[in-house]
């Protein structure tokens, strides 16, 4: 088997190999009542947040982090997209924008990329196949924690390459506060914010003369009350496919099917 499976028959692994790896997504947002700041431990709480925006959609918990910069080779597969890709991706652009080439590069919803990735991984409740507890595992990841009243965000846009071109695909990770002038319209606020995540893509492309071909954007916010500790996480973790994950015919076949196709073939 190649550097992108996984030793385990059930588990996926942190990335071995620096070129050939699978990159998932996961925005997350996540909050746990006060319990150690009254005793001065403020950071305590912060960590049990953290902890539970890790597994609050998917199972990607009990991690050791390695941050590394915001690429996915042209050697390495997205989640959802190169592979195991739903069936309800790129059903209808929100926008498109221009790039410096003077192409147009249309903008989706990544959702589904969430949604495939929650099929991987699974959830506490539902077992699938989660990276390894206490794996080394390479993560592009942004996360903020509150610990007053207030509204955070997690965020984040995939600039996918040309598929003609030997580049990479761009991760743009955001976290922040939500102002209390942005809170009075959620709605306007959230379309701002997709536009400033595609447009952030399309500046990292411009300075690096990288074709675009989509965008996939995705924003979470959570607030946070008096008594509570929020986290918001933009994680996208590299990482190898649990042995039983690779469907008979291998990832060539992978490559060919959609999330549903997938699904089927390994009995999740």
């Given at each position: 088997m190649g550097?992108?499976?996984?030793?385990f028959d059930d588990l996926c692994q942190g990335s071995r190999n620096p070129?050939?790896?699978?990159?998932?997504?996961n925005v997350t947002v996540a909050k746990a009542r006060k319990s150690f700041s009254v005793n001065g431990a403020s950071l305590l709480d912060g960590i049990v947040a953290f902890d539970a925006a890790e597994v609050a959609r998917m199972n990607l918990g009990q991690l050791n982090l390695i941050e590394v910069s915001s690429f996915c080779g042209p050697d390495a597969l997205f989640w959802g997209y190169d592979a195991a890709r739903p069936e309800s991706l790129e059903s209808t652009p929100l926008f498109s924008m221009k790039q410096w080439s003077g192409d147009a590069v249309p903008v989706f919803d990544g959702a589904p990329l969430m949604d495939a990735a929650t099929e991987l991984f699974g959830t506490l409740e539902r077992k699938a196949?989660?990276?390894?507890?206490?794996?080394?595992?390479?993560?592009?990841?942004?996360?903020?924690?509150?610990?007053?009243?207030?509204?955070?965000?997690?965020?984040?846009?995939?600039?996918?390459?040309?598929?003609?071109?030997?580049?990479?695909?761009?991760?743009?990770?955001d976290v922040g506060l939500v102002s209390q002038e942005n809170r009075g319209d959620m709605a306007a606020w959230r379309t701002a914010m997709t536009r400033s995540l595609a447009e952030s893509v399309l500046a990292v492309a411009r300075n690096q003369k990288i074709r675009c071909q989509k965008i996939f954007v995705v924003v979470a916010e959570v607030e946070v009350g008096p008594d509570e500790v929020g986290c918001a996480l933009t994680l996208l973790p590299y990482f190898t496919l649990a042995k039983n994950a690779v469907p008979a015919d291998g990832l060539d076949g992978l490559r060919s099917m959609s999330l549903e196709?997938?699904?089927k073939s390994v009995k999740t």
């Open positions: 550097e992108e499976i996984s030793e070129n050939s790896y699978f990159v998932a997504l196949f989660p990276i390894a507890p206490g794996s080394h595992c390479p993560a592009a990841y942004k996360s903020i924690v509150l610990d007053r009243p207030g509204m955070i965000y997690a965020a984040c846009a995939v600039g996918i390459r040309h598929p003609d071109d030997r580049s990479a695909t761009m991760l743009m990770e196709e997938w699904r």
